[in-house]
Protein backbone atom coordinates (compact mmCIF):
# COMPACT_ATOMS: atom_id res chain seq x y z
CA UNK A 1 0.00 0.00 0.00
CA UNK A 2 1.74 3.24 -1.25
CA UNK A 3 1.95 5.61 1.74
CA UNK A 4 3.32 9.33 1.88
CA UNK A 5 3.78 11.55 4.59
CA UNK A 6 4.27 15.44 4.36
CA UNK A 7 6.03 17.51 7.30
CA UNK A 8 8.11 20.54 7.38
CA UNK A 9 5.04 23.03 7.12
CA UNK A 10 4.91 26.09 10.00
CA UNK A 11 4.41 29.87 9.67
CA UNK A 12 7.28 31.79 8.22
CA UNK A 13 8.05 35.42 7.62
CA UNK A 14 8.08 36.56 4.10
CA UNK A 15 11.59 35.85 2.75
CA UNK A 16 12.23 33.32 4.66
CA UNK A 17 12.85 29.53 4.03
CA UNK A 18 11.34 26.21 5.09
CA UNK A 19 12.40 22.71 3.80
CA UNK A 20 9.30 20.51 3.48
CA UNK A 21 9.80 16.13 3.53
CA UNK A 22 7.69 13.68 2.24
CA UNK A 23 8.36 10.21 3.63
CA UNK A 24 7.38 7.09 1.25
CA UNK A 25 6.62 3.58 1.93
CA UNK A 26 4.63 0.94 0.25
CA UNK A 27 5.86 0.69 -3.62
CA UNK A 28 9.00 0.54 -5.87
CA UNK A 29 10.38 3.75 -5.43
CA UNK A 30 12.20 4.16 -8.73
CA UNK A 31 8.81 3.42 -10.38
CA UNK A 32 6.88 6.60 -9.01
CA UNK A 33 7.23 10.02 -9.82
CA UNK A 34 6.67 12.51 -6.84
CA UNK A 35 4.88 16.12 -7.15
CA UNK A 36 4.25 18.69 -4.78
CA UNK A 37 1.07 20.03 -4.92
CA UNK A 38 -0.17 22.96 -3.02
CA UNK A 39 -4.13 24.49 -2.24
CA UNK A 40 -4.56 27.83 -1.19
CA UNK A 41 -8.03 28.83 0.59
CA UNK A 42 -10.47 29.31 -2.08
CA UNK A 43 -8.66 28.23 -5.10
CA UNK A 44 -7.73 24.85 -7.05
CA UNK A 45 -5.21 22.53 -5.84
CA UNK A 46 -2.03 23.26 -8.37
CA UNK A 47 1.39 21.80 -9.22
CA UNK A 48 4.17 22.92 -7.54
CA UNK A 49 7.37 20.92 -8.61
CA UNK A 50 7.74 17.10 -9.92
CA UNK A 51 10.81 15.10 -9.41
CA UNK A 52 11.16 11.65 -11.62
CA UNK A 53 11.60 8.02 -10.22
CA UNK A 54 15.39 8.33 -10.32
CA UNK A 55 15.37 11.96 -9.79
CA UNK A 56 16.78 12.76 -13.33
CA UNK A 57 13.76 14.90 -14.40
CA UNK A 58 12.14 17.74 -12.19
CA UNK A 59 9.81 20.18 -13.37
CA UNK A 60 8.44 24.00 -11.72
CA UNK A 61 5.62 25.95 -11.84
CA UNK A 62 6.60 29.43 -13.55
CA UNK A 63 5.36 31.24 -9.84
CA UNK A 64 8.69 29.08 -7.99
CA UNK A 65 11.19 29.07 -10.29
CA UNK A 66 14.69 29.95 -8.81
CA UNK A 67 13.08 29.71 -5.15
CA UNK A 68 11.72 26.54 -4.87
CA UNK A 69 14.35 23.10 -5.14
CA UNK A 70 12.99 19.72 -5.64
CA UNK A 71 15.16 16.52 -4.64
CA UNK A 72 14.53 12.82 -3.88
CA UNK A 73 16.99 10.52 -1.76
CA UNK A 74 15.09 6.59 -2.84
CA UNK A 75 17.66 4.97 -0.31
CA UNK A 76 16.29 7.37 2.57
CA UNK A 77 12.71 7.11 0.92
CA UNK A 78 12.19 10.98 0.88
CA UNK A 79 11.18 13.37 -1.16
CA UNK A 80 12.06 16.90 0.05
CA UNK A 81 11.10 20.62 -1.27
CA UNK A 82 13.37 23.30 -0.60
CA UNK A 83 11.60 26.57 -0.75
CA UNK A 84 13.38 29.73 -0.13
CA UNK A 85 12.25 33.50 -0.77
CA UNK A 86 8.73 33.24 0.68
CA UNK A 87 6.21 34.96 -0.12
CA UNK A 88 2.72 35.56 1.19
CA UNK A 89 0.80 34.00 -1.85
CA UNK A 90 2.89 30.97 -1.32
CA UNK A 91 0.46 30.48 1.53
CA UNK A 92 -1.46 26.93 1.15
CA UNK A 93 -1.90 23.57 2.24
CA UNK A 94 1.19 21.59 0.55
CA UNK A 95 0.79 17.81 -0.71
CA UNK A 96 3.08 15.02 -2.17
CA UNK A 97 1.41 12.33 -4.86
CA UNK A 98 2.44 9.99 -6.41
CA UNK A 99 2.54 8.61 -10.48
CA UNK A 100 3.34 5.65 -11.70
CA UNK A 101 5.71 6.45 -14.30
CA UNK A 102 4.46 9.97 -14.68
CA UNK A 103 6.52 12.38 -16.97
CA UNK A 104 7.55 15.54 -14.81
CA UNK A 105 5.92 18.03 -16.48
CA UNK A 106 2.52 16.20 -17.19
CA UNK A 107 2.12 15.08 -13.44
CA UNK A 108 2.81 19.01 -12.62
CA UNK A 109 0.13 20.20 -15.47
CA UNK A 110 -2.40 17.70 -13.70
CA UNK A 111 -5.50 19.50 -12.05
CA UNK A 112 -8.90 19.06 -11.29
CA UNK A 113 -10.68 15.94 -11.71
CA UNK A 114 -7.41 14.94 -13.31
CA UNK A 115 -5.97 14.87 -9.84
CA UNK A 116 -7.89 11.84 -8.65
CA UNK A 117 -6.13 9.65 -11.24
CA UNK A 118 -2.26 9.98 -8.80
CA UNK A 119 -1.70 6.73 -6.74
CA UNK A 120 -1.25 8.09 -3.44
CA UNK A 121 -1.73 11.47 -1.52
CA UNK A 122 -0.30 12.62 1.54
CA UNK A 123 -2.40 14.03 4.07
CA UNK A 124 -0.53 17.63 3.77
CA UNK A 125 1.08 20.06 5.55
CA UNK A 126 -0.11 23.49 5.87
CA UNK A 127 2.59 26.87 5.26
CA UNK A 128 1.95 30.02 6.34
CA UNK A 129 4.01 33.01 4.93
CA UNK A 130 3.34 36.35 7.17
CA UNK A 131 4.86 38.96 8.81
Known amino acids: QLQLVESGGGLVQPGGSLRLSCAMS????????IGWFRQAPGKEREGVSC????????NYADSVKGRFTISRDNAKKMVYLQMNSLKPEDTAVYYC????????????????????????WGQGTLVTVSS
Open 97 to 120: AAGWRRTVQAMCGMDGDALRALDA
Open 26 to 33: GFTLNNYA
Open 51 to 58: ISGLGIST
